[in-house]
């Protein structure tokens, strides 16, 4: 006679844990994923809306005559350490280092299209190493450079995606309308966010 062996049970307990706790993982990692798109969407809206309305009030303190005088002087390539002294550019240029010092933007600057590159710096509110002294020429990856276009051409403000700028790193950027002495757009006000702060 063969001896038959026990049949194995398993508990309920166990069987439970079997078919149910994949399941909860799947759905608590679905779960993550959503939150973690639907913060994402809101950080970056906050940082659109605070780089938009920088861009924008820079750009509408700045006094045209001041600005149309330093992209003459930045073109003619005058000596940006002489120019930089001037009580026109020091003038513009100082609230723009507080703002974005109280803002703790990255950047927060004036620039024109044309020149040799894509863009002219004029007013630059950084200090040191991450200085453009005025004149200082700047390519920029073609979405930007279209949306600086526009800014100019339609008066709205422009708002890029994070793009890689090759001189900047990771950036976000908004630039919006600087207007000269007789009423036309003349450059834009940009307002950039470093990626690693967002």
């Known amino acids: ?3 038959m062996r026990p049949r194995k049970t398993i508990g309920i307990q166990t069987l439970l844990l079997r078919t149910f706790l994949p399941a909860v993982l799947v759905v608590a990692m679905a779960l993550a994923v959503l939150v973690y798109n639907l913060q994402y969407a809101v950080i970056m ?3 659109d809306r605070k780089l938009v309305t920088t861009s924008a ?3 509408a303190m700045i006094d045209p005559a001041d600005h149309d005088f330093l992209t003459i002087e930045a073109k003619a390539g005058k000596d940006p350490a002489e120019v930089e002294r001037t009580a026109r550019y020091l003038g513009n240029v100082e609230p723009m280092r507080r703002i974005r010092e109280k803002l703790g933007l990255t950047y927060l600057y004036t620039q024109v299209l044309g020149g040799n590159a894509d863009v002219v710096y004029i007013l ?3 200090i040191g190493d991450e200085h453009s002294p005025i004149g200082s020429e700047d390519e920029l990856p073609a979405e930007t450079v279209a949306g600086l276009r526009s800014a100019q051409l339609d008066g709205g403000v422009y ?6 700028q090759k001189q900047w790193g990771l950036l976000k ?3 919006a309308p600087v207007y000269g002495a007789d009423g036309a757009i003349t450059a834009t006000a940009g ?5 690693s702060v967002i």
């Not at 307002?191 to 990626?195: C, E, Q």
């Open 173 to 175: 950027t908004a630039a």
């Open 45 to 47: 809206d906050g940082f």
């Open 1 to 3: 006679m063969i001896a």
């Open 124 to 126: 630059d509110s950084s």
């Open 191 to 195: 307002a950039d966010v470093d990626i």
């Open 159 to 164: 708002i890029s995606p994070v793009e890689y």
């Open 57 to 59: 009030v820079a750009g």
